[in-house]
C-alpha cells in the first residue's frame, strides 16, 4: 500500500481515464432508470495540485495542464465538456469555459468525477484498501446520501458489491500496479464479477510497459470468453520497461453504444495535445466483439 497517487494526480493518464469515465456515465444517464457505480480502487479522491507530491513531480503541468492550455476543436471539446465540468467544479467555477492552468488548484480523481455523473436516484460505492485514504474519502462525501465509502480491498469489494440491485452501471478497476500478478489479478477479477453481474460495463485502467506483457494479458482475456471488450492503447511517447509511464491503456467489456467512436475521435487530439516524445499514438480496437 506504498502507492500514492497524489504524485500523478492529473498527468496524461488520469486525463484519459477521467474522459472516458465521464462519457460513460453520460450515457448511463442517457436512459431514465437509475444506474450505480462501484470504484474498487478509489484513492483520496481529491488532490492538491500545490501540495508537495504534485510539485515534486509536475506531471499534471503535462496532463491536464496542457489539456487547458487551448481550446480544441468543437467536436472534441464537447467529448471532453463532462470530465471538464467535474474539474471546474472542484475548482469552484461555474463552467469548464473558465478553466486554465492557472486557476486549477485541485484536480478530481474517480470518485468525484463519478458523484459530478449522478443523478439524484443514481447510487455509487466507492472502495479504498488504505485506512487514512479511506478516512479521507469519508469526509470528502459526508452528508451525499448517494455515495458510500467502503474500506475494503478492491478485489473483494468485486464480490461484495456485484451484482447491483438496479440491474444497471458500471465499474471502475484502478488498481496501483505496485505488486506482481496484477494482470492475473485483473483476469480472475473479471471473471468472477461479470459472472456475477454480466450486463454491467467495466472500465479498466492499466499501465504500459511491457508489450509482451500486455499481449499475453490480451490472450488471457480473449480466452475467458467474455465478450464486446474494447482495447484501448495511449502513449505520449514509445513506451521502454525501463523508463517513466508514457503509456496506458484502457480495458472496457460492454462499452456503452458509440464509445468506441467517441474515443476515435477523441483520443487521436489528446495524443496531438500531450505527446512528449517519438511513439506517442492511441490506439482503439475490438479485442472481442460481440
Known sequence: MNYRHAFHAGNFADVVKHAALARILVHLAAKPTPFRVLDTHAGIGLYDLAGDPAERTGEWRDGIGRVLAAPFPAPVAALLEPWLAAVARVNGLTSPDHLTPERLA????????????????DHAVVTELHPADAATLADLFAGD???KVVELDGWL???SFLPFKERRGAVVIDPPFEQPGEFDRLTRGLVAATRRFAGGIYLIWHPIKDRADLARWHADLIATGIRRILAVDFAVAASRADGP????GLTIVNPPWKLAEELALLLPALVE???IGPGAAARVEWLVPE
Open 157 to 159: 469489494a468485486l464480490k
Open 106 to 121: 485541485v484536480y478530481p480523481g474517480s470518485p468525484l468525477v463519478i458523484r459530478a455523473g449522478l443523478r439524484p436516484g
Open 145 to 147: 446520501a448517494r455515495l
Open 245 to 248: 509511464l508514457v503509456a496506458c
Open 273 to 275: 495535445r500531450l505527446a
